[in-house]
């Protein structure tokens, strides 16, 4: 099956902007979806396709992709963005339908 | 507001079987716009798609799982189940079902139950 890898950490200045990225072969035939996740809290999903927020969740967040690579860029990051973030595509490796997540990036905002 | 609750035993002894139950209110399971899914978490780890079912009763699972794991539907109780067998610590998880939409890519999990902590141990 395939995977899909993410940077274990990243951190960002508050109000700054920070990228968060995930790479992975079945990202060049499909789109990515990205959670959010803070401690003790079921993830909560915050960019589904190419670029599309679900209600509630800030026009601070977007996404994009380009080639094996899928984007989750926070403009203006704020304290309460901190947490756990996973990318997640359906894995294009195989026939019948699965999908995989990345591994997580924990967001810092200092 | 739809919701999901997940209900089954906390504990589970070493080659035993895993059951779970997630029982959706607030909307129907048998809406043809979304698959029903299970997630795991071990603790402070990622998290692990486990499987996936359709009301009609398609199933899709991991393949680093598809031996053990059985995902059943009862449209009559709006409720659906995981079944994991032969259980090692290593199933020990937080796990949580979901809704997910299934009529575009890449079918994203947009409802999701509060989790339940599994732990394997004798």
Redesign the interface.
């Given at each position: 099956?395939s995977e899909l890898t993410q940077d274990p950490a990243v951190s960002v200045a508050l109000g700054q902007t920070v990228t968060i990225t995930c790479q992975g072969d079945s990202l060049r035939n499909?789109?990515?979806?990205w959670?959010q996740?803070k401690p003790g809290q079921?993830?909560?999903?915050v960019i589904?396709?190419k670029d599309n927020r679900?209600s509630g969740v800030p026009d601070r967040f977007s996404g994009s992709s380009s080639g094996d690579t899928a984007s989750l860029t926070i403009t203006g990051a704020q304290a309460e963005d901190e947490g756990?973030y996973?990318c997640?595509?359906?894995d294009s490796s195989?026939n019948?339908?699965?999908?995989?997540?990345?591994?997580?990036t924990r967001l810092t905002v200092l | 507001q739809m919701q999901l609750q997940e209900s089954g035993p906390r504990l589970v002894k070493p080659s035993e079987t895993l059951s779970l139950t997630c029982t959706v209110s607030g909307g129907s399971i048998s809406s043809n716009s979304y698959f029903w899914?299970w997630?795991r978490q071990p603790p402070g780890k990622?998290?692990?798609?486990v499987g996936?079912i359709y009301y009609s009763g398609s199933t899709?699972y991991?393949?680093?799982l598809k031996s053990r794991v059985t995902i059943s539907v009862d449209t009559s109780k709006n409720q659906f189940s995981l079944k994991l067998s032969s259980v090692t610590a290593a199933d020990t998880a937080l796990y949580?079902c979901a809704r997910q939409?299934r009529l575009?890519?890449?079918?994203?999990?947009?409802r999701?139950?509060?989790?339940t902590l599994v732990t394997v141990s004798s």
């Open positions: 099956s499909s789109y990515t979806s959670y996740q079921a993830p909560v999903f589904y396709g679900p756990v996973y997640n595509c359906r195989v019948d339908p699965n999908w995989v997540f990345g591994g997580g | 899914g997630i990622g998290l692990e798609w996936s899709f991991n393949p680093s949580y939409y575009l890519l890449p079918n994203w999990f947009d999701w139950g509060q989790g």
